[in-house]
């Protein structure tokens, strides 16, 4: 098999988190459980499974996989006998402690052979349970997988419509990008792992926009992980993403017409769907009227602005990185494509508004307010980068619209980190174009000039501007004699210069 470097999570990590992009793409997942319709017999035998611990539990894991290795050769279980025993099994692996002979490359390959090899669907799918959780516990198991040469195998049952076989074999191959050297290329270039996947998109796609409801959990748990499987691949297969552009049409049926049951707007799986779309070629030609049809141009645009005004209040700090970075770098991608029409509508719910300038940009409840406080907040390095990509964007990418767009004190830190230089105007006020109004704005905050207020302090006194220079003067002087600047005080600097009056202690300024 051809050789690649080792894949680790970090990669995935460094651009959702997540995935969680806690990670909701990242191999972190629970356990596969056992189905509880059993017989009352077998129910009590998993339940006393339950309970095994030390070397009770090692022995039952012995005997166990000592019988289903005896099994391939000489067949030694009738075939309810075989399932019981890998649903016995499955109750062992959840926990990887004292059942150790699950996890050897023996063990593996057992599991792998009734999976992969058995006649019986039963059977197949029990084994497959058993090896999911095996390869999400123990990380070397991963690549003892990989080793044995499943690939095809695990391709052709991926091209089953069953929900339950697109839901195991997934989870399987995404375990397998990480912390192996599986070669992707190979799986999609030989196997078509492509074409299976858009396949399996399609169906799900269709399935939800029939007018029957979709009632089966397991829908969209195989949806789930048919989408965490493309974001790997396309994550860490560059290469090959032109092969997963037919994938996006149905995607974007998904996200603008599929009814997911979840409690917040990023939940499972609609998280996912939105994090496919990150790494796929949007601007591809073909798929231009899936995003903009010419019947609805604004409605996938819509839906994302809708879901990003939804998540801003149902996600805090510490999960708006791993939520909703991914989000905003497709709004940015679809904003980038869009038609000119399209274009103008995003910026109308994005780009601040009439109503934002009455106070200081960033300080009202608006969807644009919020954009602009996480453009500059230190909690969400990625998300606030992708933000002002966005903003800056949607500013024509020129550094007078942008700062008049947000204001010179949201603009500077990121023209200064493109090393942009600084509008002449920036400090001049201006009249916002697109108002309905020519009220001028402070170019510093974006706020209406004749909204702002101003703080009712009295005038300084003659006496107290000379002690705030005399101030002024020793402070300097104690940095300089310090070290901490390099710089001449500039009070010194006036008087050698001749440009230090001293006043008589009887002058009097001048009052109109």
Same mark, same amino acid.
């Given at each position: 098999m051809t050789q690649q470097p080792s894949r680790t999570r970090l990669g995935l990590r460094r651009i959702f988190s997540s995935s969680n992009f806690t990670s909701r793409t990242s191999s972190e997942e629970s356990p596969i459980l056992p189905k509880m319709a059993q017989p009352s017999q077998q129910q009590e035998q998993l339940a006393v499974a339950a309970t095994l611990t030390g070397s009770d539990k090692l022995a039952a894991v012995t005997s166990l996989m000592n019988k289903l290795n005896q099994d391939l050769t000489t067949i030694s279980f009738l075939p309810h006998q075989r399932d019981a025993a890998l649903e016995e099994l499955k109750i062992y692996g959840r926990d990887p402690r004292n059942a150790d002979p699950i996890f050897t490359k023996e063990g593996?390959? %057992?599991? %792998?052979?009734?999976?992969?090899?058995?006649?019986?669907?039963?059977?197949?799918?029990?084994?497959?349970? !058993?090896? !999911?959780?095996?390869?999400?516990? =123990?990380?070397?198991?991963?690549?003892?997988?990989?080793?044995? *040469?499943?690939?095809?195998?695990a391709c052709n049952k991926l091209r089953n419509d069953n929900r339950e076989d697109e839901f195991l074999v997934s989870r399987i191959l995404?375990?397998? %990008?990480?912390?192996?050297?599986?070669?992707?290329?190979?799986?999609i270039d030989k196997h078509h792992l492509a074409d299976i996947i858009v396949k399996n998109l399609e169906r799900h796609a269709r399935l939800h926009t029939s007018t029957a409801p979709v009632t089966d959990p397991m829908e969209e748990m195989a949806l789930t992980e048919t989408l965490k499987l493309l974001f790997n691949i396309t994550h860490y297969c560059k290469e090959r993403i032109s092969l997963f552009t037919t994938a996006i049409p149905h995607i974007i049926t998904l996200v603008c017409k599929g009814v997911f049951r979840t409690q917040k707007p990023l939940d499972p799986p609609i998280g996912f769907l939105v994090n496919a779309l990150l790494n796929l070629n949007v601007g591809a030609k073909e798929v231009q009227g899936s995003l903009y049809p010419n019947n609805e141009p604004n409605a996938f645009a819509e839906r994302l602005v809708d879901l990003l005004d939804r998540s801003r209040t149902e996600y805090n700090d510490s999960e708006l990185e791993s939520s909703l970075t991914a989000l905003v *770098?497709?709004?940015?991608?679809?904003?980038?494509?869009?038609?000119?029409?399209v274009k103008k509508s995003m910026r109308a719910h994005l780009l601040p508004t009439e109503t934002d300038r009455n106070k200081v940009l960033g300080r009202s409840n608006s969807l644009p307010s919020w954009l602009l406080k996480n453009s500059t907040n230190p909690l969400t390095p990625q998300l606030r980068e992708t933000i002002s990509e966005l903003l800056f964007d949607m500013s024509d990418k020129d550094a007078s619209t942008f700062v008049d767009n947000v204001g010179y004190g949201f603009a500077s830190g990121f023209l200064f980190s493109r090393?942009?230089?600084?509008?002449?105007?920036?400090?001049?006020?201006?009249?916002?174009?697109?108002?309905?109004?020519?009220?001028?704005?402070? @170019?510093?905050? *974006?706020?209406?000039?004749?909204?702002?207020?101003? @703080?009712?302090?009295?005038?300084?006194?003659?006496?107290?501007?000379? =002690?705030?220079?005399? =101030?002024?003067?020793?402070?300097?002087?104690?940095? =300089?004699?310090? *070290?901490?600047?390099?710089?001449?005080?500039?009070?010194?600097?006036?008087v050698q210069e001749g440009r230090f009056e001293e006043l008589p202690d009887d002058y009097e300024e001048d009052v109109d």
């Amino acid at each position: 098999m051809t050789q690649q470097p080792s894949r680790t999570r970090l990669g995935l990590r460094r651009i959702f988190s997540s995935s969680n992009f806690t990670s909701r793409t990242s191999s972190e997942e629970s356990p596969i459980l056992p189905k509880m319709a059993q017989p009352s017999q077998q129910q009590e035998q998993l339940a006393v499974a339950a309970t095994l611990t030390g070397s009770d539990k090692l022995a039952a894991v012995t005997s166990l996989m000592n019988k289903l290795n005896q099994d391939l050769t000489t067949i030694s279980f009738l075939p309810h006998q075989r399932d019981a025993a890998l649903e016995e099994l499955k109750i062992y692996g959840r926990d990887p402690r004292n059942a150790d002979p699950i996890f050897t490359k023996e063990g593996i390959e %057992t599991l %792998t052979r009734h999976a992969f090899n058995s006649p019986s669907s039963t059977t197949s799918r029990n084994a497959l349970r !058993c090896l !999911c959780n095996a390869l999400l516990l =123990r990380q070397e198991t991963r690549q003892m997988f990989v080793d044995l *040469g499943y690939e095809a195998k695990a391709c052709n049952k991926l091209r089953n419509d069953n929900r339950e076989d697109e839901f195991l074999v997934s989870r399987i191959l995404f375990l397998t %990008t990480y912390n192996t050297d599986t070669s992707l290329v190979e799986i999609i270039d030989k196997h078509h792992l492509a074409d299976i996947i858009v396949k399996n998109l399609e169906r799900h796609a269709r399935l939800h926009t029939s007018t029957a409801p979709v009632t089966d959990p397991m829908e969209e748990m195989a949806l789930t992980e048919t989408l965490k499987l493309l974001f790997n691949i396309t994550h860490y297969c560059k290469e090959r993403i032109s092969l997963f552009t037919t994938a996006i049409p149905h995607i974007i049926t998904l996200v603008c017409k599929g009814v997911f049951r979840t409690q917040k707007p990023l939940d499972p799986p609609i998280g996912f769907l939105v994090n496919a779309l990150l790494n796929l070629n949007v601007g591809a030609k073909e798929v231009q009227g899936s995003l903009y049809p010419n019947n609805e141009p604004n409605a996938f645009a819509e839906r994302l602005v809708d879901l990003l005004d939804r998540s801003r209040t149902e996600y805090n700090d510490s999960e708006l990185e791993s939520s909703l970075t991914a989000l905003v *770098g497709v709004i940015r991608a679809t904003h980038e494509h869009a038609p000119d029409d399209v274009k103008k509508s995003m910026r109308a719910h994005l780009l601040p508004t009439e109503t934002d300038r009455n106070k200081v940009l960033g300080r009202s409840n608006s969807l644009p307010s919020w954009l602009l406080k996480n453009s500059t907040n230190p909690l969400t390095p990625q998300l606030r980068e992708t933000i002002s990509e966005l903003l800056f964007d949607m500013s024509d990418k020129d550094a007078s619209t942008f700062v008049d767009n947000v204001g010179y004190g949201f603009a500077s830190g990121f023209l200064f980190s493109r090393n942009l230089s600084i509008p002449k105007n920036a400090s001049e006020a201006f009249s916002d174009d697109q108002s309905s109004s020519s009220r001028p704005i402070n @170019p510093v905050t *974006g706020q209406f000039l004749d909204n702002e207020t101003h @703080p009712d302090v009295p005038e300084m006194t003659e006496a107290e501007r000379e =002690r705030e220079a005399e =101030r002024l003067f020793v402070l300097f002087e104690r940095l =300089r004699t310090n *070290g901490v600047i390099s710089v001449e005080n500039p009070v010194r600097t006036a008087v050698q210069e001749g440009r230090f009056e001293e006043l008589p202690d009887d002058y009097e300024e001048d009052v109109d």
